[in-house]
């Protein structure tokens, strides 16, 4: 089974910077998109931004210029780098990633499925 574990959530003033990192683990053929979602406070859970597998990225309006996404395909690994946060960008943040998952296989052949996986969230708190 596939698995995303979150880090780096925690309490910044605002103007001031966070780094989140996921890191997927199992039994994992491909991973394909990578992305942060976050919901906050009362609000439905949204997009904040994803990267493909080759690199290319997409933001939602309200973080743009100011939250970055990369990722290491040898780690299996998406970070989210956010500067210049406000208030408004208090939320639990949740990793998230499509993923061929080995389901079997032997010498002969290979067993997988398409899967979205979710990590477990990490707040992030915006206060001064």
């Known amino acids: 089974q596939v698995q995303l574990v979150e880090s780096g959530g925690g309490l910044v003033q605002p103007g001031g910077s966070l780094n989140l990192s996921c890191a997927a683990s199992?039994?994992?053929?491909?991973?394909?998109?990578m992305g942060w979602y976050r919901q906050r406070p009362g609000k439905q859970r949204e997009l904040v931004a994803s990267v493909a597998a080759r690199g290319m990225t997409e933001y939602a309006d309200p973080v743009k210029g100011r939250f970055s996404i990369s990722r290491d395909n040898a780690e299996n690994t998406v970070y989210l780098r956010m500067n210049s946060l406000k208030f408004e960008d208090t939320a639990v943040y949740y990793c998230n990633a499509d993923v061929s998952e080995i389901v079997a296989s032997d010498s002969d052949s290979l067993e997988y499925r398409d899967v979205e996986v979710w990590g477990q969230g990490t707040l992030v708190t915006v206060s001064s």
């Open positions: 199992g039994s994992i053929l491909n991973v394909h998109a």
